[in-house]
């Protein structure tokens, strides 16, 4: 029988079958060390042939699920068909309501479970907060016994949240904000067709996916562009297949009625013939041709991977953004089959503008296996460019930091803290919790970018930056918060927004041999037990300070790792007391080579690094702890520095991290 986490790496594995996925990817996931998915993947290796499956390890690249009988699998593990997991709560509501609005006009609780792999009652929590979105267009969510749920309305109020909802920030608002308005045309705004391709698809009966409107309306602007230039497109389909969908020819020949009555712009049948192609892909298809769809995925998740790599925004989880590569793929490979051109007016902009994010696509898609023998054009390969700068603006978009108010117990004043960066910071923010300063914990911090604090946190080590601020916060503080979110979202690393310039002047030597000494400095021996390690550091952090010294060091540092864990990667743990309690500030270093347990999520912990602050000041520790936090987002370094002999060897691989 498999537990919760082997059935989530299992589904991990199963939704990235096309490629290997190594076990520090696995980890975080699972939000667990790669040491314990490698526990994991031991346990599944001598569980899963029963079940018609196996896991191939592959040195430097990791595991990939290889299923041998589908049947057999699928069933005892309860998995759905492949996709990712959908984890946010905004973003699990979006995939049911394109589901309501856009695939199937009824949904069962017992399938969206399965696909969504969450529990009823979360589901039931999404389809209440889901009746609260749509009760203002004097809609509402009906059930029937094996029916499932519906949106019940008129439908005019129907099409009011569709629009709303799914185009507000639609794909033309994106790629606006990167070309301006070239790609729009006095005639007709991208909002209007949009209603107009709804209206007429939902007449028709076709339920097209929010990315393949977008697609179509899309398309249907850069004609109307085309036409103005004086190019024209030449298709011609197979007369026999245009009889075979009546039904997709009569909605093309709608739309561009529509457009013409409305709009004044007239389409010749050409285009009318190609809006019937792009209707013409959302038709089921068969085994083998689901098969082959399924391949070209797989090609095309690889090259946005490595397009995602070399732009280091995140690409990967935009399932619109595959979807509508992949739809305008294979109306791509039908277009050049067919000797088909479809010049892009916007061509040369993209390609002056965007050089290096053309020049990206070109190199990754030129060798696409579909396009084998084939020539693609740089017309063709500057729509797909359009995508990918829609993607990216969808992301950044997107990306809101999660945010941490801390308290001490005021929980007033906290609230005023949480509505005043609300209010601040609406687009850039996401407040995801208040707490007290008793109530910090690793559940708590996990997700979190920055925290802002009323109380002085200084003493305390985190892993993400922190800035202190007074309750009414100040213009200054407002200021820091914004370029802390500037930082984070432009290069997202670590940063500290309260870091004093003056102390990145001096000499590094002197700034270390500040904080470390080398009778600070220890080896650990092999079998060591972290209480017996902790204990020793004290010791050695003990000269010159009071008698009460070790015990309270011993239980101010208990009090600080009960709140939240102080290993900051599966080789790096950083002990503190939660309040300063020697003289002076110092810190003791552990390098234990054959690693030691300090938890159950970290067992083989190699570096320490032991901060004993002073009661009277800390200047430039911030300098120290900075540093510590970009070592423990390089496991190599981590690894390499506990291999160290001595003390002069340890201070010149730290001395890089700052």
């Known amino acids: 029988m498999f537990n919760k986490k082997e059935i989530a790496i299992l589904q991990y594995l199963f939704d990235n079958q096309d490629r290997f996925v190594t076990s520090e990817q696995l980890g975080l996931q699972l939000n667990c060390s790669d040491r314990t998915i490698r526990h994991y993947i031991k346990s599944l290796n001598s569980e899963l042939p029963q079940y018609g499956a196996s896991l191939l390890a592959k040195q430097g690249n990791g595991y990939q699920l290889q299923i041998e009988n589908l049947d057999q699998f699928r069933p005892q593990l309860q998995l759905s068909r492949p996709r990712r997991a959908i984890e946010n709560k905004q973003d699990r509501q979006k995939y049911i309501l394109q589901q309501l609005c856009f695939n199937q006009p009824h949904i069962l609780f017992d399938r969206l479970e ?31 016994a094996n029916q499932g749920v519906s949106i019940q309305g008129s439908e005019q109020n129907y099409r009011s949240f569709i629009m709303d909802y799914f185009f507000k920030e639609n794909f033309g608002d994106a790629i ?129 991977e490595q397009i995602e790599q070399a732009l280091q925004v995140q690409l990967q989880d935009d399932e619109s953004l595959l979807q509508a590569i992949s739809q305008h793929l294979q109306l791509l490979i039908t277009r050049l089959k067919n000797h088909i051109t479809l010049e892009n007016p916007l061509c040369q902009e993209i390609k002056q503008n965007y050089q290096g994010i053309f020049q990206l696509v070109r190199s990754n898609f030129a060798e696409f296996p579909a396009f084998d023998g084939m020539e693609v054009s740089d017309d063709e390969y500057s729509y797909l460019t359009l995508h990918i700068l829609g993607a990216i603006e969808r992301y950044q978009n997107k990306k809101k930091l999660n945010v ?29 919790d208040v707490v007290s300063y008793y109530e910090l914990s690793d559940q708590v911090l996990a997700g979190i970018d920055f925290i802002v604090s009323s109380v002085d946190l200084s003493n305390l080590v985190f892993k993400v930056p922190v800035i202190h601020s007074s309750i009414f916060l100040k213009n200054e503080e407002f200021e820091k918060i914004r370029q802390l979110i500037k930082q984070l979202k432009t290069h997202d690393v670590p940063f500290d927004p309260i870091l004093p310039t003056d102390s990145l002047n001096q000499n590094k030597q002197d700034l270390l041999l500040r904080f470390f000494r080398p009778d600070y400095f220890l080896l650990g021996e092999q079998g060591i037990s972290k209480k017996q390690l902790i204990g020793q550091l004290i010791d050695r952090c003990a000269g010159q300070e009071n008698e009460k010294y070790v015990r309270r060091m011993r239980e101010q540092i208990q009090q600080r790792e009960n709140l939240s864990s102080v290993a900051f990667s599966p080789y790096l743990a950083v002990p503190h007391p939660i309040k300063p309690v020697g003289e002076q500030c110092k810190i003791a270093v552990g390098l234990v080579p054959k690693g030691l347990v300090w938890d159950e999520m970290h067992p083989h912990i190699q570096l320490v690094f032991l901060i004993s602050p002073s009661q009277y000041g800390n200047a430039d520790l911030k300098v120290i702890t900075s540093a510590m936090v970009k070592l423990s987002e390089d496991e190599r370094a981590q690894q390499k520095m506990a291999q160290c002999q001595d003390f002069d060897q340890f201070i010149q691989l730290f001395s890089s991290f700052i």
Request: net charge positive; glycine share 2%; charged share 25%.
């Open 404 to 432: 941490l108010v801390v308290c001490a117990t005021g929980y007033s004043a906290a609230q005023f803290i949480k509505n005043r960066l609300a209010y601040e910071f609406n687009d850039s923010l996401n407040i995801k």
């Open 176 to 304: 606006n904000r990167y070309i301006g308005n070239a790609i729009f045309v006095d005639e007709i705004r991208f909002e209007q067709l949009l209603q107009i391709i709804l209206e007429e698809c939902r007449k028709g009966k076709l339920y097209l996916a929010d990315f393949m409107l977008q697609n179509l309306a899309l398309h249907i602007l850069l004609a109307i562009k085309r036409i103005k230039t004086g190019h024209k497109l030449n298709i011609n389909l197979d007369q026999h297949e245009l009889n075979e969908h009546v039904n997709e020819s009569r909605v093309a020949e709608n739309i561009i009625a529509r457009i013409k009555a409305e709009n004044h712009v007239s389409m010749p049948q050409s285009e009318i013939d190609y809006i019937t192609l792009q209707l013409l892909a959302k038709g089921k298809r068969h085994s083998s041709q689901l098969s082959e769809q399924a391949q070209q995925q797989a090609e095309i998740k690889r090259r946005i």
């Open 114 to 144: 399965q696909e969504l792999f969450v529990s009823r009652s979360t589901l039931s929590a999404d389809f209440k907060e889901i009746s609260d979105l749509i009760k203002p267009y004097q809609l509402i969510l009906r059930s029937k």
